[in-house]
């Protein structure tokens, strides 16, 4: 494992939500490619779906690099793994440059770009604006908390005569060079659907639009100004404890089923990385169209994703939920989080009024009904002994729940005490049963790879005692 990051890196940030940051650094991303250079791809936040559309240009996983939920140092060691065999690291930001946890510059854009000793390049959508453009440079350039901007890109740029104007008046204002300015074109805007964008998988214009905003970028942005300001990234030193160990771990492998399709793919990279390290193979399965779990699997891990934009195959597909139920049984080990646990109840009624059965392995029910119940970081006390931790432990972890659970089980017990970001105890979260734990909590396994030995190991034990030698 190397003991410090050297690659050339950049952060594109933003002055808000909604400038223009996804599609500006995936048109970076496949621009420079174009050119040659493997580019590795992060994003600042607990994000999954943006990640998508950049890890679908780069080619490459796009890793998360969030310093409140994984710490500095673990958060530095997923940018050093990440950034391995990359010749240039694009982080695209969350929200504004300086939005943190709680109204603070905590987990921020800011702060990330400060832990890993990045340039940021500022995004100004100036649709609306042209002397006022160089008001929010110099604001975000002389803010207390600012990390070292090194140049601006526009965004929505009516006209050559526009940017100029609003070129000249940063330059003389703010002193930041314009790097590069987008046209207002509306056919490259990405969809947008319940506080995001409109998942890769489900844009079936996003390959079209890739390869207008490539030719676009190496047209309107300086790319070679952009790599000598990333070259200057400093060096970025590695802390002596590792999370990653950089080779798998010794023996036999346990087989872990994987839930991955359209309906269910919101995983953390180092997540599978960290499971196969620590003794996992990890096989990935579709609940939209298999049948059965993979054979001779010793653990199941069903992430996020959009259940209910596909609950009608997955309430067909009733051969997957009886294996998965059967597997419930027999004792196999299951991981749940969000869409996992959607899916694990007993049904699912959509906005429409429609339920659908679903694998019935956990006796709730599940409902969507347009609104968002709860969302943001949380920090969790496991209140019972389970297939991921002891009891007593305090973990962090983000929740996005556009979902309410009906027709409770009062026999089941609560995985965790769940406090906000701040501390505050705000009730009890998720299920736990001796070879089961589901939660709206989606958890960053970097932060404690405890949590990886002990879910790998309940799957050894139970495939070791489903086939003893």
Known sequence: ???????????????????????????????????????????????????????????????????WMLGEGALRQVLAQGALGADLALVEGMMGLFDGRGGSTDGSTADVARIIKAPVVLVID????????????????????????????????????????????IWGTAKLPVLGALRNMPQLDIPERQLGLLPVTENREWERTIGVLSETIARDVDLDLLLRIANKAELVPLVPKKVFQGKPAA??????????????????PENLELLEEHGAQVVPFSPLEDTHLPENAGGLYLGGGFPEVFVEPLARNRAMAESIQRAYRSGLPIYAECGGLMYLGRSLRTESGATHAMADVIPVDVEMDGQIHRFGYRQILTLEDSILSPKGQFYRGHEFHWSRITGHNGDLKSAY?????????????????????????HLHFGQNPLLVDKFVQHCREFATVRSPR
């Open 126 to 169: 100036v649709g609306n604006m042209a002397e006022s453009a160089a008001a929010i440079a110099l604001g975000f350039k002389n803010y207390s908390e600012s990390p070292k901007i090194a140049g601006v890109l526009l965004n929505n740029v009516g006209s050559d005569g526009h940017r100029r104007s609003v070129e000249d008046a």
């Open 251 to 268: 023996g036999d492998r346990v087989r872990l089923a994987v839930a991955y399709d359209e309906a269910f793919n919101f995983y953390y």
């Open 1 to 67: 494992m190397l003991d410090e990051v050297r690659t050339p890196r950049l952060v594109i940030a933003g002055t808000s939500s909604s400038v223009g940051k996804t599609i500006l650094t995936a048109g970076l991303i496949a621009a420079f490619k174009a050119r040659g250079l493997t580019v590795q791809s992060f994003k600042v936040g607990p994000d999954y779906i943006d990640p998508a559309y950049l890890a679908h240009v780069s080619g490459r996983p796009c890793r998360n690099l969030d310093s």
């Open 417 to 441: 005490q769940m406090l906000n970001a701040e501390g505050d105890v705000i009730g009890y979260e998720g299920f736990v049963a001796p070879n089961l734990l589901a939660s709206y909590v």
